[in-house]
Nanobody
Framework: QVQLVESGGGLVQPGGSLTLTCVVSGFTFSNYVMYWYRQAPGKERELVAGILSFGQTTDYLDSVKGRFTISRDNAKNTGYLQMNSLKSEDTAVYYC??????????WGQGTQVTVSS
């Protein structure tokens, strides 16, 4: 059974940092591309960052470039999103997503990130 479990969200002041973690099970993590999405209240879900199967390429939403870093540890079946210099507009529910052409994609349950003073 495929399972993705996010953690690490919370309340942080503007300028602060958080690291989100996505622990996956039920499949071979290294076979999948990994993404982080977010959805703010009243807005559509948007793609924040992506990383290829072995971390060889990453890409980011323009508004988070230079502040967020996506990474993965295939040996630990875990993906990460390091978020620095957080802004109020980063407030959202963050979702881990993994994708492979042969099987489609899978989603975690989401973790709330709130940036507020």
């Amino acid at each position: 059974q495929v399972q993705l479990v996010e953690s690490g969200g919370g309340l942080v002041q503007p300028g602060g940092s958080l690291t989100l973690t996505c622990v996956v099970s039920g499949f071979t993590f290294s076979n999948y591309v990994m993404y982080w999405y977010r959805q703010a209240p009243g807005k559509e879900r948007e793609l924040v960052a992506g990383i290829l199967s072995f971390g060889q390429t990453t890409d980011y939403l323009d508004s988070v470039k230079g502040r967020f870093t996506i990474s993965r540890d295939n040996a630990k079946n875990t993906g990460y999103l390091q978020m620095n210099s957080l802004k109020s507009e980063d407030t959202a529910v963050y979702y881990c997503n993994i994708w492979r052409a042969a099987t489609g994609d899978y989603w975690g349950q989401g973790t709330q990130v709130t940036v507020s003073s």
